[in-house]
């Protein structure tokens, strides 16, 4: 069958627009901050015979990011090495999804992939860099956001989201914070309440943690009465003897209530329906490489991605469905009732 060459043309250009539209839906722009899952979920059948295997009761990960810079040491990831994170997470088939995503138990990710949430503490100017040349602004492609935001371009069913626990710096450009702040809420970011002097809670007095969670609030409603901080981030791992102060509370004018709460650890976790959970505290991992040599990086990003390629039956592995807790059938008494959210069942198989 021979077609003119204005219907081909015109089959060019309708693809074209398709695969432009696709890209403002689906790409960096997204706001579910996960890959393209289809709007019906493939069924469980379908995904078995693909050879993929649904656990989801298996572990999550929460990696942690303090500074990043040419060079890497203690706490500061290199350029390269984070390069070289989202490579590696993108190869072995995570995503990137939310910290409230996460934490809300239903997965909305493609099936035979693994949630991960990538966190950055302490809102450092290398996380987050505008820079002017020839009299126009552009996120610079040498911090965080901007190499996410490249690698994104080119793996789009990756996801581009997390989570920044913020501080009084608020990415050290002081000029550039209400842009900054409103560019990772337009994409889908999240914030966290990293207090106002990053002290050890546990060595304060109820009173002044209250107030040390209670200031950034009430400096980010001065900025933009629309940005909120989803969870608090502890400074140093620092657990107050009373942690319900943590979740709930007031200092002046300005209450306060959080579901969950960051911290450390060094290990992955159970989703909030496993009797396994975390409970409201949730631990993190710090990107690091591992070296079984020396032991430097033990239990580490690089540790446990390696750990999880080694045990898969422990790795959180989806089915593709959101209303569906899935995995192998004998799994079923690790569901902890309470946890299961709302219009969720399990299947087994
Ligand atoms: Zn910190």
């Known amino acids: 069958m021979i077609r003119g060459r204005k219907y081909f043309t015109r089959i060019c250009a309708v693809s074209i627009l398709w695969v432009f539209a696709l890209f403002l839906i689906s790409g960096c722009g997204g706001k579910k901050g996960a890959g393209n899952t289809p709007k019906n979920p493939p069924s469980l059948e379908e995904t078995l015979k693909k050879g993929i295997k649904p656990n989801e009761l298996g572990m999550v990960m929460m990696i942690e990011y303090h500074w990043f810079g040419e060079n890497e040491s ?72 901007g190499i996410m935001m490249e690698f994104c371009a080119k793996n789009q069913d990756f996801g581009f989201t997390g989570i920044f626990n913020i501080l009084r710096s608020l990415f050290e450009q002081p000029k550039y914070v209400r842009r900054k702040l409103k560019y990772l809420k337009s994409k889908g970011f999240e914030f966290g309440n990293h207090t106002e002097h990053h002290y050890a809670l546990a060595k304060l007095t ?120 899935c995995a192998p059938a004998y799994m079923k008494y690790r569901l902890n009732a309470s946890g299961i959210p709302k219009g969720s069942r399990f299947v087994g198989y």
């Open 74 to 145: 203690e706490y500061t990831r290199s350029y390269e090495n984070f390069k070289k994170d989202l490579e590696t997470l993108y190869r072995k088939g995570y995503r990137l999804v939310s910290f409230s995503h996460l934490m809300s138990g239903k997965m909305n990710i493609p099936a035979g992939t693994t949630p991960v949430v990538l966190s950055f503490d302490d809102s450092t100017e290398s996380q987050f860099r505008y820079i002017e040349e020839g009299g126009k602004i552009r996120i610079d492609s040498e911090c965080a956001i």
């Open 206 to 325: 109820p009173t002044e943690i209250k107030k040390e969670i209670a200031l950034p609030i009430e400096r980010m409603m001065k900025i933009d009465p629309t940005l909120r901080f989803v969870t608090l981030c502890l400074p140093y791992n620092s657990v107050p003897e009373s942690t319900d102060i943590l979740f709930k509370g007031s200092y002046g004018k300005t209450r306060y209530s959080y579901k969950y709460v960051i911290g450390t650890g060094g290990t992955p976790f159970y989703p909030v329906y496993h009797y396994k959970n975390p409970g409201k505290i949730i631990p993190r991992v710090l990107a690091v490489d591992y070296d079984p040599e020396d032991g430097s990086g033990y239990k580490g990003s690089d540790y446990w991605i390696k750990y999880f390629d080694k045990h898969p039956e422990l790795r959180f592995i989806s089915d593709g469905d959101p209303d569906t807790i």
